[in-house]
């Protein structure tokens, strides 16, 4: 702003530079949006077709404008199928632009369409319609990436691993119980996926703007022909609540967060360092300078998604937080944020099935670091407990010193003469050993929800019955 003497050099300074023309064109960008909204095409048009039969069913429209009407609106449809539509910005967004082609092919019966109806329902209306498809879709795709890790979880009930606290070794565990701990979180997505389709099964057609509409209109039976369980029961409810996107992005961040703990562990996982897994091929990426590398990059990628789609909730409840009732405009900037992360969920979600399925399982590498760091120690103070009949806190203390001795000898418990255990504790005998193994330590597991193979066997074919 090296002038600013002059008003119109000023403007022109300010925002001249890409605008044609002045304010018009910066409202025009702006308050536009058929760059997004024109995937809402053919859940608009569903629901003028909708519409357009229940006014004529109600006579409020003739059954001859009803009839010129879907003929257009389906000719619309295969335009915009085939791209052969011509989509303006000027014309601001879906509702429109299909309104005035709609005009252009049928003539003054389009005016009639209108009726009883505003942009405000519309938009309600489609987007709902949108997301439930979204939702339906990705309830399949949880479904796919249970069963990818169901048939992991079976074939590998037995091969045990390290199961992990603050990143620890802690205890064994089979690798099959650690799969069917996704099995668990991914099916808690699944009920909140069934949750949110439930909740948003009402239809806001006929709201109208707000407060519904003196029109003898039966949004029971526009409800009924989109699917919807019935129709919403309050119109200015009906016209403000982003509730049904708001679940969805919820529901995203939440199955997006298990998604990148998964990705997490694929990542340490695949390391030299660790070597619990190999990746496929398909599934990782080579470096261009390092001939030796094989990155998981699919699974950054998934984790990464995850801020984005954690990101976009948190956009759409700022939007939402401060808008007073009915509609206001702010409410189409809810499109862009869905629209995204429903695409980055569903990416995420196929490329960890396809990573789980693809993945090779390395049992003997878990099973080394299965056995180390002293993992099976909290089976010598079982052991102690029910064998020698010690409280258990002070068997945690003989456990202790039992350990510190490994240590010092640097080898595992179980290498550990029955003179050194002895020498810690009197009452210890032979058959400490039988525990002291890995496979008699997860075999021992056999509390519900435990990680003994049998206990997981049975919670696999508990999901198998629900997948
Ligand atoms: N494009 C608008 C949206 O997405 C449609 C509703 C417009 N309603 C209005 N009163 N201006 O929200």
């Not at 002038?3 to 022109?12: A, L, P």
């Not at 409020?60 to 199928?81: F, M, W, Y």
């Not at 949110?196 to 003196?214: K, N």
């Not at 995204?340 to 878990?366: C, F, N, P, Q």
């Amino acid at each position: 702003m090296t002038d600013g003497n002059s008003e119109t050099k000023f403007s022109n300074q300010m925002w001249g530079g890409r605008f044609a023309s002045g304010p018009d064109a910066i409202m025009e960008e702006i308050n536009a949006s058929i760059g997004f909204d024109k995937k809402l095409y053919a859940q608009d048009i569903r629901g003028s077709i909708a519409h357009a039969t229940m006014l004529a069913h109600q006579g409020i429209i003739s059954a001859e404008d009803k009839d010129k009407i879907v003929h257009g609106l389906n000719t619309i449809l295969s335009e915009i199928e085939s791209g052969q539509f011509d989509f303006s910005r000027r014309l601001e967004d879906i509702h429109m632009n299909i309104e005035a082609r709609l005009a252009t092919l049928i003539g003054p019966s389009a005016g009639r369409l209108h009726t009883a109806r505003s942009r405000n329902d519309q938009v309600a209306l489609d987007f709902r319609l949108w997301v439930k498809e979204e939702l339906q879709k990705t309830e399949k795709a949880l479904t796919a990436l249970i069963a990818a890790f169901l048939d992991r979880a079976e074939e590998h009930a037995d091969t045990v691993m390290p199961g992990f606290t603050h990143l620890q070794t802690a205890q064994p565990v089979t690798f099959g119980h650690h799969c069917m701990a996704y099995v668990e979180m991914f099916g808690r997505d699944r009920s909140r996926v069934r949750h949110a389709i439930e909740h948003m099964d009402e239809s806001p057609i006929g709201a109208a703007a707000l407060a519904g509409t003196g029109f003898p209109i039966d949004r029971h039976m526009t409800a009924k022909a989109l699917g919807f369980a019935g129709p919403t029961r309050n119109s200015i409810d009906t016209v403000s609540d982003r509730d049904f996107a708001l679940e969805f992005l919820s529901m995203a961040s939440i199955a997006a967060t298990h998604l990148s703990r998964l990705a997490e562990e694929i990542v340490i996982w695949s390391t030299p360092q660790f070597g619990f897994i190999r990746l496929s091929d398909a599934f990782s990426t080579g470096s261009s300078i390092m001939p030796q590398k094989k990155n998981p990059d699919a699974a950054e990628l998934v984790r990464a998604k995850t801020g984005r789609i954690n990101g976009s909730l948190i956009a759409l409840l700022t939007v939402m937080k401060g808008l007073p009732l009915a509609y206001s405009k702010d409410m189409q900037e809810d499109k862009e944020q869905v629209f995204d992360a429903a695409e980055s969920l569903e990416l995420a979600i196929a490329a960890m099935t396809g990573m789980v399925r693809d993945m090779t399982v390395r049992t003997d590498r878990m099973k080394a670091a299965a056995g180390s760091g002293y993992s099976t120690a909290t089976d010598l103070a079982d052991w102690l407990v029910r064998e020698a009949g010690l409280p258990f806190r002070d068997a945690h203390h003989v456990t202790g010193r039992a350990v510190a001795l490994a240590e010092q000898k640097a080898c595992d418990l179980a290498d550990l003469s029955l003179a050194d255990l002895q020498s810690i504790h009197a009452d210890i005998t032979e058959k400490v050993f039988d525990v002291l193994t890995v496979e008699a330590s997860v075999a021992s597991r056999t509390s519900f929800g435990g990680t003994a193979p049998n206990e997981v066997r049975k919670q696999i074919a508990w999901w198998r019955a629900r997948n």
